[in-house]
């Protein structure tokens, strides 16, 4: 490597660590828990024709592949004659942002002097963006939030105040959304701080020289991975629950010698309600699929993405177009992923994992004074919105990961972030044993939760939900996870989907499902089902039924547990 090299080379990795600082500024300053507790976030620097050249680790494939492809609409929207030093562009628009009118997409254009360099772009979910709340009740677009189209939320250092006061007009939390687009538009300002300081560092004028050396590499780099394949074409399906009716989700994956393909034809039509996914949504999870399988280590960027092809006929409910209710567009967007590795374990043996629980276990609850019965005056009403997670597919060699979110990578919010935004009590959160799927490797525990409100309060709960009558099927002779469960504390029925009353008192009894195992179960090593035991993922009667241990065994590490020898 010649000096010219090793000098760009360290440049790639400054603008990474640029654009992590840019994402973490957003951590710290956001008023929503999406984004301060799980991270729902993306952040990104892109050259003066709207190509990312780097991204930050910190954030979500759904936002960062999607916001790959939204810098340049904002460049034909505004206009390459309007942008000015000081302005910020704004929009939440699903099908030219990041899929859903709840993500706030921020644009700002990055100047080194006086001289226009490129742009930074940064993506958060927020809490609520009005109409219906987040949820997928909705008939339309149109009843899921204000929508924002491209256009200046501050032009040359001046903030729209209309804009402002139209968006605080029209949601719950006007000091939580504004303050998160405030929060948004700063990270960015930090972002290009960082980049000019780096610029008169290495003495650049522009981003074109490291520009190109960042898109060369990684081009090169992703097509010598692709070249090792085989060129070979496999399908892959998957049914999930849908909303009233079951979806069937079906993808054909075709490696060629410069890129692989991914076709989406044979997916269910658009549903009625609001879990359809716009196609820039898919393309990153599927890119995303593919990016994990092949190119893992090289980081994302308009060249590494590029062999990457996803396609999807219009008017499925991968490809929905206007005015499709999008709200929920992650329950099926994170079941791509798994529907991609159905066809790729065709290709690439011993390589993807299992299914896991695909989606996140999200809701949403509502609370307001109960109407049963007078209220106290503490009784207010609030959104809150809590992040959790089922398990993860177990792995070719490994096993799944316990209650963590894949493929979306977002964190789960802690109780005491989830009870300080509001009124509810998390009365149990815990790991739900025999969850992951019988396997050599066990699929990832799902969770148990039960949320309730604080007296005097009652609510709607908004559940966004799959994996109820569709669990996450094993791989390679696995056992499948456990599905989710639902249900109201009186005992009244409840669905998976869909913004459902939860009377003064009661409360929600939540099951999240495990991930599908890898391998047969009579292959798991013995010492490996014992420790499950011990731990507690599993009972007596799984280790015996699942996996055949010996009654010996079994009573041995009972009578550990017990005495104290394993704690």
């Not at 505004?78 to 910020?88: F, L, M, P, Q, S």
């Not at 009740?137 to 009843?143: F, L, Q």
């Not at 499902?513 to 007596?540: H, M, T």
């Amino acid at each position: 490597m010649n000096t010219a090299s090793v000098a760009y080379q360290v440049m790639w990795n400054r603008l990474i660590s640029v654009v992590e600082e840019q994402a973490q500024a957003l951590v710290r300053t956001a008023f929503s828990t999406s984004v301060r507790e799980a991270g729902d976030l993306s952040a990104g620097v892109y050259n003066a024709d709207g190509l990312m050249i780097a991204q930050a680790v910190t954030g979500t494939p759904g936002h960062v592949n999607a916001m790959a492809d939204a810098v340049a609409h904002f460049i034909r929207r505004i206009g390459r004659d309007n942008i000015h030093r000081g302005d910020v562009y704004i929009t939440n628009d699903p099908w030219e942002g990041t899929g859903h009118l709840h993500d706030i997409t921020i644009v700002s254009p990055a100047f080194h002097g006086d001289r226009f360099v490129g742009f930074f772009a940064c993506t958060a979910h927020v809490v609520d963006i009005g109409g219906r709340g987040f949820g997928a009740d909705a008939n339309s677009v149109y009843e899921e939030g204000i929508y924002i189209p491209i256009m200046k939320f501050a032009a040359r250092g001046t903030v729209d105040k209309t804009l402002v006061a139209m968006l605080r007009g029209n949601v719950r939390e006007p000091d939580q959304l504004i303050g998160d687009i405030y929060a948004l538009a700063s990270c960015n300002e930090i972002g290009q701080r960082r980049l000019s300081e780096m610029m008169t560092e290495f003495g650049l004028d522009d981003l074109k020289s490291v520009a190109d050396y960042i898109f060369a590499n990684s081009r090169r780099a992703t097509l010598e991975a692709i070249t090792k394949l085989p060129r070979r074409s496999a399908s892959g399906e998957m049914r999930i629950d849908g909303y009233d009716t079951p979806i069937d989700l079906r993808c054909r994956v075709t490696i060629a010698a410069d890129h692989i393909a991914c076709d989406f034809a044979g997916t269910s039509g658009p549903d009625p309600k609001g879990i359809n996914v716009p196609l820039v949504y898919t393309k990153a999870y599927a890119c995303y699929a593919l990016k994990c399988a092949v190119a893992a280590e090289i980081p994302n960027n308009a060249a590494s993405l590029e062999p990457f092809r996803i396609t999807a006929p219009e008017n499925t409910i991968v490809n929905a177009v206007h005015p499709a209710p999008v709200a929920l567009r992650h329950v099926i967007g994170h079941m791509i992923p798994d529907t991609v590795f159905a066809a790729l374990d065709q290709l690439l043996p011993a390589t993807v994992p299992a299914e896991g629980a695909g989606c996140l276990c999200n809701f949403q609850v509502s609370l307001r004074p109960r109407s049963d019965a007078p209220a106290p005056a503490s009784a207010r009403r609030s959104e809150v919105l809590a992040f959790n997670s089922g398990g993860a597919g177990a792995r070719p060699g490994v096993d799944g990961l316990n209650a963590t979110a894949f493929p979306s990578g977002v964190m789960t919010m802690p109780v005491e972030a989830t009870e300080h935004a509001g009124p509810v009590i998390i009365w149990r959160k815990e790991l739900r044993p025999d969850s992951g799927g019988a396997g050599a490797m066990r699929g990832g525990l799902g969770q148990y939760m039960e949320v309730g409100a604080k007296e005097g309060h009652e609510f709607d709960f908004s559940a966004m939900f799959d994996r109820v009558h569709h669990p996450a099927r094993g791989r390679q002779g696995a056992g499948q996870g456990a599905p989710t469960t639902i249900k109201r504390s009186d005992g009244k029925a409840m669905r998976g989907k869909g913004k459902q009353f939860v009377p003064h008192g009661a409360r929600v009894a939540l099951a999240f499902p495990g991930g599908g195992g890898y391998g047969p179960a009579a292959d798991r090593d013995p010492e490996l089902v014992k420790r499950d035991l011990a731990r507690g993922y599993i009972s007596a009667r799984s280790a015996a039924l699942d996996y055949g241990l010996a009654e010996a065994d079994i009573t041995a590490v009972l009578r550990a547990i017990k005495t104290g020898e394993i704690e």
